[in-house]
């Protein structure tokens, strides 16, 4: 197992950016891979970003493509969400996830955090 800690959310005006924070603890955090997905009211959890544990290879959502970055620094055993040119759509709780391998469907990551709150306004 591991214990994931989202930080970073909160209150941004449209155009504006956030960067979110996972801290991982538990089992080697350098051999999952890292995932973001997001809920937003009444909607489903959609994958936003992903990477891979051994070559840092990086998959998006095509709505976040472009603006999002997602990085991973494993001696600190801390995935990154940077988010930029942020719009009112992106409002969501963001949930950080583990996994064995990179993936886009949610059921496969088997560790997750508590979410964090992301709200951006127009």
């Known amino acids: 197992q591991v214990q994931l800690v989202e930080s970073g959310g909160g209150l941004v005006q449209a155009g504006g950016s956030l960067r979110l924070s996972c801290a991982a603890s538990g089992r080697t955090f350098s051999n999952y891979a890292m995932a973001w997905f997001r809920q937003a009211p009444g909607k489903e959890r959609d994958f936003v970003a992903a990477?891979?544990?051994?070559?840092?290879?990086?998959s998006y959502a095509d709505s976040v493509k472009g603006r999002f970055t997602i990085s991973r620094d494993n001696a600190k055993n801390t995935v990154y969400l940077q988010m930029n040119s942020l719009k009112p759509e992106d409002t969501a709780v963001y949930y950080c996830a583990a996994g064995i391998r990179a993936s886009r469907i949610s059921r496969e990551y088997e560790n997750w955090g508590q979410g964090t709150q992301v709200t951006v306004f127009s």
């Open positions: 990477i891979r544990w051994s070559n840092y290879v990086t």
